[in-house]
């Protein structure tokens, strides 16, 4: 009894989920929620930048806690969220709200909210020592 209450809780949160995700289309970056909803499954270029990631992130640490990060031209965050997931905080930025208010949407279903930080921006000033990546 218990487990069909949560098979339809579950299912409730998954359509919820999609039809935001409809709400916010089009995506560039297929990002991959936690409950396994993607962005963009149907992408012209397959899983993307998912591939692409899986080619740098070995060149990275895989903690990057206390690292600062800018993101330019973050897009819906992809990029933002592992490198968050890593420990960096992250700022993201980029000239469209639309795919701002993807990044700033998904930001709230990943646990990693408090890292990542999501601003319409065309351009930045870094100083030296300023950010780690
Ligand atoms: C081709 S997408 C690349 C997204 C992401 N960096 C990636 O590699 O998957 C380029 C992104 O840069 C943003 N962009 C373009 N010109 C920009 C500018 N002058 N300042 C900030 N963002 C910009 C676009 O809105 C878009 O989200």
Redesign the pocket.
Known sequence: MLGLLHDGINRNRRTRLKSEISRLAPW??NLHMPDGTQTAPDHALGDF?SY?WREIAAFLPEDLTGWSVL?????AG??SFQLASRGANVEG????LH?LSQAKWASKHFDVKNRVHFEK???VRIGPKQKDL
Do not use: Q
């Open positions: 560039f970056h930048p692409k993101d330019i031209g973050c897009n992809f990029y930025i980029d000239s469209n795919y921006k065309t351009g």
